[in-house]
């Protein structure tokens, strides 16, 4: 079946840097809308980047300006990347990679991020 594996999640202190990846397997990415959300301990997920398979990128308004969505450039590795800059505490949570179209949505198991000091 559909298998979506994030990894990348690690501890980092407040300013730092991590690069999140999501590999899909039985599943083609360029014909999926990819989105990356995140669920904070006590809180319900959220919304945090897409990438739609016509070339759009958006990101909620806490992320935009530090994080930024990518995909492989040619598909090959089926992957889909979130490089997450100026991390701060409020960053700390599980961070879930989502592919859907109308009729389908998958998600991973998540990956978790932890900013402190």
């Known amino acids: 079946q559909v298998q979506l594996v994030e990894s990348g999640g690690d501890l980092v202190q407040p300013g730092g840097s991590l690069r999140l990846s999501c590999a899909g397997s039985?599943?083609?990415?360029?014909?999926?809308?990819l989105g990356w959300y995140r669920q904070a301990p006590g809180e319900q997920r959220e919304f945090v980047a897409i990438s739609t398979r016509d070339g759009q990128v958006d990101y909620s308004s806490s992320v935009k300006g530090r994080f930024a969505i990518s995909r492989d450039r040619d598909n090959a590795k089926n992957t889909v990347y979130l490089q997450m800059n100026s991390l701060s505490p409020e960053d700390t949570a599980v961070y879930y990679c989502?592919?859907?179209?109308?009729?389908?949505?998958?998600w991973g198991q998540g990956t978790q991020v932890t900013v402190s000091s």
């Open positions: 039985r599943i083609s990415f360029e014909h999926y809308n």
């Open positions: 989502n592919a859907f179209t109308a009729s389908a949505d998958y």
